[in-house]
């Protein structure tokens, strides 16, 4: 194989194995908060329509309501998703009550009462116009008038919002996309710089070691014969896809690519430092070890770790690696057929992942 | 027993830089962050219950409530061992201070509230809050105290106008005719106007057509935070009160000055007691009232003994009322502790806190249409 394909085979399968393990990070990242993530979009969504200066934040009114309200998992959270019905529904409600609100009197004695109004499901549709005429001049007001001019009852008109309502929920899935998209990219900054994983320094040892290809070369024909690693990954449970992030960064370890801080580190200097740290042995104390190497590092080679090279080398990588596994994987399995001789049959065919 | 003075604003109710700093906007655009915050400041000392971090995380957690019916609910549970306790709830105009705008406006807080007091008639004594800079306030604030339930009205002069304001005349005669309280801040601390000061903050012409415009231009560069005490002096109202029509206006001037001003520690550009002037308002006029709200939280005797010594004075002691200032006083107290400690460290008899808390509050708080 030209050494060409071999370097180009073996960054490919860098980049993917990196990517996968920032995928079960940033998987790990959103089952546990994402979902709040998602709650939090959709109430920025709606109040970006419906908070109206020049009236009043009408989104309020929509998650006080309590057709909304009960859809919320507890007290202090949001809903993460609202069913167009749902809003079309407390939508009409909240202007139907704003044309005629319920009232409080007072006894000859003081007391105070209060007076629900009684609302026909005939004049709905008349108050909800009347409703949205006594407004002050905004943009809510021109939505909710097109929502009126094209409809002649109340069903039309929750027709009309649950239309538009579904329209805009698809542009607040891309902007939901992109922000996860967002958060990859951060994610792929941290795993990089925590792997210390410099795109020019990787490359320039693939490029002069072949021995270091060679493990990689085998494991990515490996990989690439498999047409169902991705959805593998993607079956996962989280617990799994931590156990696969940790071995992935093993194997990536062990094939002897410059990757992570400590290996750099003189031995001598890490003995020194593990004697320090490590005994007592707790997942603190592993870490301190690893800010200790690198501080150490930092300190006798500063200007290494704080060159342009570098900085540009973790975002290089950074942005490779965000584009995701199943981007890299498409990829590697492009180059490996583009070889010309396909998946090549291995000497053993065990399974070694 | 009644709470004269407690806030149930959340924090999507404040502006922008509320705080000084844009951090009310993070707070309310997303929910949970004040929270994490709180619960991060606690972290900071998890071996204290009572460190000043603790008690900021806990005020920011009350204000970070989804809605100001989960800040209301909670405080309604704190009396559950006063039968029939009601609340007053002063809503806060915080459009035009200056400090940029907030999720929720002026007229979304009232709506809530209006609601609010829909589910809790007999608990809920709102209070509409009025800025005379506010366009047509006088028709919102009919439209509240008529329809709504409101039955009196806050004024914050801190925020950026005084109460002498020509605008505010036709809100003193329609409070005059309805014989709606007036409560109105009146401590050094607080929230205050972060704008630029205008030709009408620097020379204020008075509605008293016998009082001169004043003249504030020399103090023009003064830091907001100590020109806003030309807003709250208690004086101002006495070009209200002297006017024939006006002189039965049923004010409070709440927080009785605070406590700096109790002990005399208190500076201001003029160096005037303002304890002082709320005594002497309210043994001069007959619907002048104060408040303990805030100020109670000190038990020390320096403000306990001056206290303790007015609530026992013939001719002040239909004149103090009793309120907390929830939950602007979690970050000193919780609640509960709050009250019992007045209590207990003021040595006030059952009947002398019942006379405060009920009696003053109640004649206080009547107007012409409702009863507490």
Redesign the interface.
Known sequence: MAPIFEFLIALLLVFLLLSTIVSSLTEFYSSRIGKNARAVLLYQALLKVFNDRHNRNYTDDLYRHPLIENSKPDENKLPAYLEASVVARTLTDVFVREARKLSVTYTSAGRPQIHEPDIAPTEAFQLFRQAVGSMHTSEVKKLLQSFLNASNNLDELRIQIESWYNAYMDRVSGWYKRKLRRHLLVTSVVVVVFLNADLFRISTALWHDEKLREPLLQQAVQISGDSTWIQQQQGLSLEQRKLRADSLYQSLKLSGLPIGWVSELPVAQQQELKKKIVPKGSVWAKIRYQVACVRELIRLNYHRYFSLSTLLGWFLMAFAVHLGAPFWFEALNKVVNLRGAGAKPLPNPSPAR | MINAHAHIFNV?CAPDRFYGFPVARFFS????AA?RLARWLRVINPFSNQDMLERYAKMIEVGAE??Q??IFVQLLEYYQAYPNAKIVALTLDMDYMGAG?A???Y??QL??V??L??QF??QLIAFFCVDPRRPNVLALLKEYVE???FTGIKLYPALGFFPFDQALLPVYEYAIGKNLPILTHCDIGGIYYRGPLSGEHLAPASLNPHVPRRNFVPHAEAKRNKFKDFFSDPRNFEDVLTLPQFAELKICLAHYGGSEMIEGKARTLTNHNWYQSIRQMMQTYSQVYTDLSYTLHHTHDAVRVPVVNDIRHPQLRNKILFGTDYYMTVREKDEPTLVEDFKNKYGLTAAEFDHISITNNRAFL??R????
């Not at chain 2, 655009?29 to 949970?32: D, R």
């Not at chain 2, 249409?369 to 507490?372: I, N």
Request: hydrophobic content about 20%; aromatic content about 6%.
């Open positions: 999507k655009h997303v929910p949970g929270r989804k809605t019916r989960n705008t999720v929720n406006n007229v979304t709506n809530e209006a609601d007091k829909a008639p007999d329809h709504r339930g009547t107007t249409f409702y009863q507490p």
